[in-house]
């Protein structure tokens, strides 16, 4: 079983940063693909990032794509989704997930979700 928790969510003026923290329990967190999804209000939720156990695969979003960075550091059990240039469409409540098998830029193979943190982005 793996316990995700969400951090550093909050209002930030369009063109703005925030750095999402996303912090995993056990002992296997390296063995772990992560991803990074969001909802916004009354939309579904969509896919934003996926990183490798290693770190060295990523895949993104086109949305975010060179405006998003996500990083992991496997001796912390933490995974970052550094935000630049915000914009009003990317206010959402940000998720994290963690599966073992899954298949880059969905959700299939995510069994493990954190709570999430809301980022707003005001215009």
């Known amino acids: 079983q793996v316990q995700l928790v969400e951090s550093g969510g909050g209002l930030v003026q369009a063109g703005g940063s925030l750095r999402l923290s996303c912090t995993a329990s056990?002992?296997?967190?390296?063995?772990?693909?992560m991803g990074w999804f969001r909802q916004a209000p009354g939309k579904e939720r969509e896919f934003v990032v996926t990183i490798s156990g290693s770190g060295i695969r990523t895949y993104y979003a086109d949305s975010v794509k060179g405006r998003f960075t996500v990083s992991r550091d496997n001796a912390k059990n933490t995974v970052y989704l550094q935000m630049n240039s915000l914009k009003p469409e990317d206010t959402a409540v940000y998720y994290c997930?963690?599966?073992?098998?899954?298949?880059?830029?969905?959700?299939?193979?995510?069994?493990?979700w954190g709570k999430g943190t809301l980022v707003t982005v005001s215009s």
């Open positions: 056990g002992r296997t967190f390296s063995t772990y693909a």
């Open positions: 997930a963690a599966g073992s098998t899954v298949v880059y830029g969905t959700a299939s193979g995510m069994n493990y």
